[in-house]
């Protein structure tokens, strides 16, 4: 069913071999197969129930893959979101998931906790270690929040940024466990034309500091603009990878968004079993997960 047009060169960031994820007897993704190089900007699209999130989280540890591994820089990741963090990938959500009555340098704060190493004795005692780290930490935050075009609002309640800023502070906490690998779940979602654009450019700015992206959006023409490649998923399986030319082309791509079937294509039933199974997947794919969120 795939097909694969690139040509991949550079440092393998990101490599998902054989990823499949079940839920009881249900398939939500299927042997899906991904590399992510440094420099690049992957783009991985398709129809809504495509199982585009749930590989996401194969990816970052919320889920576990019932087969395949993923590998960071040549090592299989951990089972644990925290520690696929700690490794090198940071992650944004489909939904904003901010402090909402922290500020906004709070929020960024937050995202540094993988990266200092202060332990509890050091923050009780508030010795002169603990005070260099703190205020190094308040140093890089301010950085990144002068870098995503927030620092003149650090002080503000999160909760009270307009929408667009409220998900350019999730990509700045994001940002704050200095990544080499970042991914963004729908980051343009909700956005008007003015907030896409100035979205685009902030994640080749992200790209020019040299960490690799791998975004899925819905906005096609932020993707095909963006991306240097660009992966379809339809029903959980890998449908075409390549550049943005040659997946626009593609006739089976161009059916899966119309609703057009084609050989092999699952009918509507089975679209809305991998929604349903997507929707329920904490408590059903492996439990206690939701507090490595």
Not at 186 to 205: I, Y
Request: aromatic share 6%; hydrophobic share 40%.
């Amino acid at each position: 069913m795939t097909t694969d047009t690139t040509t991949v060169t550079g440092t393998t960031v990101l490599d998902a071999r054989g990823v499949t994820m079940r839920f009881g007897g249900l398939t939500a993704v299927r042997n899906v197969d991904l590399q992510v190089n440094s420099g690049e900007i992957v783009g991985l699209i398709g129809p809504n129930g495509a199982g585009k999130t749930t590989f996401f989280n194969c990816l970052t540890g919320l889920y576990i893959p019932t087969e395949g591994e993923v590998r960071y820089k040549g090592t299989v990741l951990p089972p644990k979101s925290f520690k696929v963090t700690a490794a090198g990938i940071a992650r944004t959500f489909q939904n904003i998931r901010l402090f909402a009555n922290m500020t906004v340098l709070e929020n960024v704060l937050v995202g540094r906790h993988t990266r200092t190493k202060e332990g509890l004795w050091s923050a009780l005692l508030r010795g002169p270690g603990f005070h260099k780290a703190e205020a190094a930490s308040r140093e890089r935050a301010m950085e990144l929040l002068d870098f995503v075009g927030l620092a003149n609002k650090a002080e503000h309640l999160a909760r009270n940024l307009p929408y667009g800023e409220q998900r350019k502070l999730e990509i700045a906490r994001a940002l704050a466990s200095e990544p080499g690998l970042l991914l963004l779940d729908e980051p343009t979602a909700g956005m008007n034309p003015q907030e896409t654009r100035a979205t685009e450019e902030l994640v080749f700015a992200i790209r020019d500091k040299g960490i690799a992206v791998l975004v899925i959006e819905h906005d096609m023409r932020f993707i095909f603009n963006l991306c240097d490649r660009v992966a379809v998923l339809v029903q959980g399986e890998k449908l075409i990878e390549g550049d943005s030319a040659t997946v626009q082309g593609d006739e089976r791509v161009i059916a899966a968004y119309l609703g057009e079937p084609f050989e092999g294509t699952p009918g509507d039933e089975e679209a809305a079993e991998v929604e349903a199974a997507e929707a329920s997947a904490p408590s059903d794919a492996t439990p206690g997960k939701e507090n490595d969120r």
